[in-house]
């Protein structure tokens, strides 16, 4: 299998499939092919029809969008659990994945994936405010009723829902929102998971800086440079 | 099973599912809360976390999320074929139904579904074409590589791709945006599907009209006021 992604730094949407992909073992090629290259869409469209990342090609199937990435694999290895075991449960976890994937565009416009800075908190604006409200809402009640002795969103075991809001728990860490005492802890278990801080070392290591990511923010910190490496 | 929607005339994401599930003859009932009313978001809380439709409860389970709905129908009942057979089209087509779940944002702003009137063409910005002219490729290429006799994206059986793309084709139809015989035809297959011609029938009859939804844009065409009914 080979996994083709962009940025470390920045592609939220290709750390996904990736954090499943670590999460239940499996072996695969790993393509970066930075964004905003000069030959980035070239290189891209060799493999993806819509031309975006990530990815994945497994023999003759090619499946190209996040979600769909994810989904084709918990089709092909049932045992891993990618979702959740239990009708109600694994209907929470894919309710909870779906509600992320198709929107918090507040969230997701305002405060771009980027892992190797801190910003000053943005204007939380009412749209901002409730993206917030409504993921620390999911993460509260999801764990409350699923989540047993932690530290997932499902227990023990890190799930498809917790790679769908992954990203999402590195933006309110890296905008300094300010959250309930159990939302950071959510977010410091996403920042604990083995994989994760894997791909953030990797990130740090990227020769890649696109200063268009950052404009118009105010960078309190550099991870990157502190050595984070 | 219940299954909790939004107004036919301009609910999308309800239609998804519901499309869906009278392909595979589920027997189920549905409730329509209106959108825009006084006692709306009490009426949707009562099933919806996130308070939005549709929802659909199955006994203990509650899904709410169109796409999530539409995967949790596809798990409970691998025999209907919600998804295409085999590891290729099957992937394929999960990787068009997420690309339309999370993106096309510039269609879904300049071009909200409303099954009644015939708007006059937006005006056609670089986002907006680029959506048209990607959604008649993912048309175009399913079909030809997948679609066999036709006359849907996998062939002759009504799939979850087809679900997720019928709102999409009434946008193109009803907001007069010119595409390709061979998009027009694809957008007539889905007009001459029984379930959809029901749902919109149904809209027809509805007693709410929202102007909001309509705000800026210039009807060409009443299809409801005309005798739609």
């Known amino acids: 299998m080979q996994l083709i992604i962009a940025n470390k730094l920045y592609s939220s949407w290709s750390m996904r499939p990736w954090l499943v992909m670590r999460a239940i073992g499996l072996d695969f090629e790993e393509t970066v092919t930075p964004l905003r290259q000069p030959d980035t869409a070239e290189r891209i469209r060799v493999f993806s029809p819509s031309g975006r990342v990530p990815v994945l090609i497994d023999g003759e ?30 209907a929470h976890a894919m309710s909870i994945a779906m509600e992320m994937h198709g929107g918090f565009q507040a969230l997701r416009q305002a405060c771009p994936m980027n892992l190797g800075k801190r910003f000053a908190a943005p204007t939380m604006g009412d749209d901002l405010k409730a993206n917030v409200a409504r993921i620390e809402q999911i993460w509260r009640e999801t764990r409350a009723r699923f989540g047993g002795d932690g530290p997932y969103l499902f227990g023990t075991r890190f799930s498809a829902a917790d790679a769908m809001f992954a990203p999402v728990a590195t933006r309110i860490d890296s905008y300094s929102i300010p959250v309930a005492a159990d939302t950071r802890a959510y977010i410091d278990t996403i920042y604990a998971n083995p994989h994760f801080a894997q791909w953030r070392t990797a990130a740090f290591k990227e020769p890649w800086h696109i200063p268009a990511f950052e404009e118009g923010l105010e960078v309190i910190e550099d991870l990157k440079g502190a050595g984070g490496t």
Chains 1, 2 share one sequence.
């Open 61 to 90: 199937v090619t499946v190209w969008e996040s979600l769909a990435i994810i989904c084709y694999l918990a089709d092909k290895f049932p045992d891993q659990q990618i979702w959740p075991n239990g009708a109600v449960a694994r």
